[in-house]
């Protein structure tokens, strides 16, 4: 998982820093494993995240 995350830091976050909540790579792992468990709606995501 830890090579997975240094992957998606290399990732360029375009994002204008006051809007920035959460870091692009923990998102982007949180979306990926969604879609390794066929999550495809973001309301399942969430309460599944919220549960943890």
């Known amino acids: 998982m830890e090579n997975i995350r ?3 830091e290399e990732i360029e ?3 204008h820093a006051s ?3 959460h870091n692009l790579a923990d ?3 949180i979306v ?3 879609e390794l468990i066929r999550i ?3 309301a399942d ?3 599944i ?3 943890r």
């Open 13 to 15: 976050d375009r994002r």
């Open 45 to 47: 995501m969430m309460a």
């Open 27 to 29: 998102a982007l792992i």
């Open 32 to 34: 990926m494993g969604a």
């Open 19 to 21: 809007y920035v909540k």
């Open 6 to 8: 240094e992957k998606f």
């Open 40 to 42: 495809t709606e973001l």
């Open 49 to 51: 995240l919220r549960a």
